[in-house]
């Protein structure tokens, strides 16, 4: 089933007087349940097209429908609605909060998802999801760190947790490997195909090609534009 369709997805940024096209002319069907790697040069356009694909910024121009919703024509909070309902994110620089414990920032998106919805979850059964999340990605004798006490590649994990505590039918990962060793970028690859396995859309930008021969479909952005879609045969 299609889950994203972009049609002539243009995103320009404007800096003075220049204009710099990030996304030109893009047009692309992602199938639900696909395990996609997104590479290309350094300014591409990949981080980019990532954020267009999680409704965390709006095209200039060009349609993406998710399913059956024109997310180009919804609102802030309607995209937000969609963001929380089906999508992870796990960020090159993690974003977590400095002072919290890992349960805490897992805890997070639960926290915001049910201040907005109104699906009530109370605190017990936030932190059971969250520490449930941090048991998948094997943590669970780390819940009471806080960043700064974890190495880089148990932040990793934490910020994978943290994407995944919401059940999203979504993820997307930029760089997810970059700042880690090999070995730990294997376990976070290995928790990537666990999810696929399991029905999750993947879909990460990397720059490590052992990494994207991973995935089941890889696509190389040059210049804003789409130079190769190929499936792995
Ligand atoms: N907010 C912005 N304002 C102006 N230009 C931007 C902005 N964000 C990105 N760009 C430009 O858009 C182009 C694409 O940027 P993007 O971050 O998508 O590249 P990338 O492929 O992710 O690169 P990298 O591999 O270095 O992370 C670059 O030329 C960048 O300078
Ligand atoms: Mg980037």
Redesign the pocket.
């Known amino acids: 089933m299609t889950l994203m369709q972009l049609s002539n997805l243009c995103k320009v ?3 003075g007087d220049e204009e ?1 096209f ?1 996304i030109r002319d893009l047009s692309l069907t992602i199938t639900e349940g696909e395990f996609i790697a997104i590479t ?10 990532l954020y267009l694909l999680g409704l965390l910024d709006t095209p200039t121009s060009g349609q993406y429908h998710l399913r059956d919703k024109a997310t180009h024509l919804l609102s802030d909070d309607e995209r937000a609605e969609l963001r929380n309902a089906f999508m992870g994110f796990v960020f ?1 620089s993690f974003h977590l909060l400095p002072r919290a414990t890992a349960l805490r920032n897992v805890m997070m998106p639960l926290v915001y998802s049910t201040a907005a919805s109104s699906s009530a979850l109370n605190e017990q059964q936030q932190r059971e999801r969250a520490e449930a999340a941090l048991r998948i990605v094997g943590l669970q004798d780390r819940m009471l760190h806080v960043p700064n006490q974890l190495s880089g590649g148990q932040r990793q994990r934490v910020a994978i947790a943290r994407a995944i505590v919401n059940s999203p039918r979504v993820l997307f990962a ?2 997810p490997t970059g700042n880690l060793d090999s070995k730990s970028g294997k376990e976070v690859l290995a928790l990537f195909e666990r999810l696929h396995s399991e029905g999750v859309t993947v879909i990460m ?1 990397t ?1 490590d090609p052992s990494i994207a021969e991973r995935a089941h479909r890889r696509l190389v ?1 040059g210049d ?1 534009a789409l130079i190769e879609d190929r499936h792995a045969s």
């Open positions: 940024f404007h800096r710099i990030a290309g040069a350094s300014g591409s356009g990949k981080s980019t097209l090159q930029d760089e930008v720059h952005l804003g």
